[in-house]
T-cell receptor, first 115, second 113 residues
Framework: AQTVTQSQPEMSVQEAETVTLSCTYD???????LFWYKQPPSRQMILVIR??????QNATENRFSVNFQKAAKSFSLKISDSQLGDTAMYFC????????????FGKGTTLSVSS | ETGVTQTPRHLVMGMTNKKSLKCEQH?????MYWYKQSAKKPLELMFV???????ENNSVPSRFSPECPNSSHLFLHLHTLQPEDSALYLC????????????FGEGSRLTVL
């Protein structure tokens, strides 16, 4: 069975700083997706970034980038130039590339950005 | 109009009540999901429907009964719930199982008294 571990329950950062959220996962699959989702307080969960395991290049979306280390089964999220609107719970998630599966989530990291 | 809409947003019910949660997606997706989100726990997958057929029931108690009349609508019927069932229930949709990211609704906050 697949598992996703986020070892940082809470993190704090000041505006304009860079922060890295950690995620490790366990799977015997060779092909899969990895995602970071953001859930602002009392608001909808939205996708931040995704990575296909077969791609060696790390995904980037504006201020968000990942460090995907397939052999180490590590998938960290870097947020550059942090903004107050980045305050949210961040979830790392795993999905196999086959029918009969859904997203498997970590417990989440609560990120607080202060001015 | 948001992609995935859930109603009601908040629900308070007694242990003997029967209520339903509704989810509707406007994205043309084929798969729909129910997740339970409790404090300090990972999101728990409850049910998956792919092309209206239930493809996963993650050992959910029978007091939760899903219904998917078509690819755009998903219901979660609730009866004889327990206080520990109080949680945020999230609906999501995707193009198909294992076919990429899920799109989530805002959730229905359920409180069982």
């Amino acid at each position: 069975a697949q598992t996703v571990t986020q070892s940082q329950p809470e993190m704090s950062v000041q505006e304009a700083e860079t922060v890295t959220l950690s995620c490790t996962y366990d799977t015997s699959e060779s092909n899969y997706y990895l995602f970071w989702y953001k859930q602002p307080p009392s608001r909808q969960m939205i996708l931040v970034i995704r990575q296909e395991a077969y791609k060696q290049q790390n995904a980037t979306e504006n201020r968000f980038s990942v460090n995907f280390q397939k052999a180490a089964k590590s998938f960290s999220l870097k947020i550059s130039d942090s903004q107050l609107g980045d305050t949210a719970m961040y979830f790392c998630a795993f999905m196999k590339l086959q029918a009969g599966t859904a997203l498997i989530f970590g417990k989440g990291t609560t990120l607080s950005v202060s001015s | 109009e948001t992609g995935v809409t859930q109603t009601p947003r908040h629900l308070v019910m007694g242990m003997t009540n029967k209520k339903s949660l509704k989810c509707e997606q406007h994205l043309g997706h084929n798969a729909m999901y129910w997740y339970k989100q409790s404090a300090k726990k990972p999101l728990e997958l409850m049910f998956v429907y792919n092309f209206k057929e239930q493809t996963e029931n993650n050992s959910v108690p029978s007091r939760f009964s899903p219904e998917c009349p078509n690819s755009s609508h998903l219901f979660l019927h609730l009866h004889t719930l327990q206080p520990e069932d109080s949680a945020l229930y999230l609906c999501a949709s995707s193009r198909g199982e294992g076919a990429g990211e899920l799109f989530f609704g805002e959730g229905s906050r359920l409180t069982v008294l």
